[in-house]
Each structure stands twice: as structure tokens, then as C-alpha cells.
């Protein structure tokens, strides 16, 4: 499970995650896009307590973050799209990349445009 909340007053996105969630936040950079890896912890949720506070980072209008659980092939990183609508991704990652013996969920949301 991970849980991500954007601030758009201070430009900030929280986050904190546990399992098997591949959690990215797409940018643009001087030198085109850059893909970050948003730090997730292992382990499963609810089998044990641990006190881990959420981290942060600061985000940029137009900025886009994805999630997928575990049934989604991480090939899926190669094929993300800057200027693909939010919706239009997510249903084409989950098409590209599900697989066919485990569930899987895709979210694509572009940050305060």
C-alpha cells in the first residue's frame, strides 16, 4: 500500500509506502524528462507496526506520478509518456504490462496543472 498526498500550496508531495508498489514521479529536466524512484519500504501491511515517517520532495506543476502494484511488469518505467493524458496511460500501462495471474492497478495523476 502506498498512500501519496500533494500539496499544491507548497509545491510538496508526501508519500509512504509499504510492499510491493513500484511508486515514480516523472519530471521535466533541462535535458528532456527524468523518471525518480520514490522510496517504498518492504514488508507487508498490517503484519507487523513499525513508526516510519512519510518522506517528501518537491514537485512542479505538470509533474506526473505513477503507481503500480506488483502485477504490473516494471518494464512498464520504459514505456511512460510525459504528454499522454493521465487516464490514456493508465489504461495503456495496465494493458501493456498486467499480469495474467495476478491483479494489478495502474494510477496516473498529473500534479497541479
Not at 529536466?29 to 520514490?38: V, Y
Not at 507496526?49 to 512519510?54: D, I, M
Not at 499480469?99 to 494510477?107: F, G, H, Q, W, Y
Request: hydrophobic share 40%; aromatic share 6%; glycine share 8%.
Amino acid at each position: 500500500m502506498t498512500v501519496a498526498r500533494f500539496e499544491s500550496h507548497g509545491r510538496t508531495l508526501d508519500w509512504l509506502g509499504t510492499g510491493n508498489i513500484k511508486t515514480v514521479l516523472l519530471r521535466r529536466s533541462a535535458h528532456g524528462f527524468t523518471c525518480t524512484d520514490l522510496l517504498t519500504y518492504s514488508g507487508v501491511v498490517g503484519s507487523q507496526v513499525t513508526k516510519r515517517g512519510s518522506l517528501q520532495t518537491e514537485v512542479t506543476p505538470g509533474d506526473v506520478l505513477i503507481l503500480a502494484t506488483d502485477g504490473i511488469d516494471r518494464k512498464f518505467i520504459d514505456a511512460i509518456r510525459y504528454e499522454e493524458a493521465p487516464q490514456a496511460q493508465a489504461d495503456r500501462l495496465l494493458a501493456a504490462y498486467r499480469s495474467p495471474t495476478d491483479d494489478a492497478l495502474v494510477l496516473v495523476a498529473r500534479l497541479g496543472r
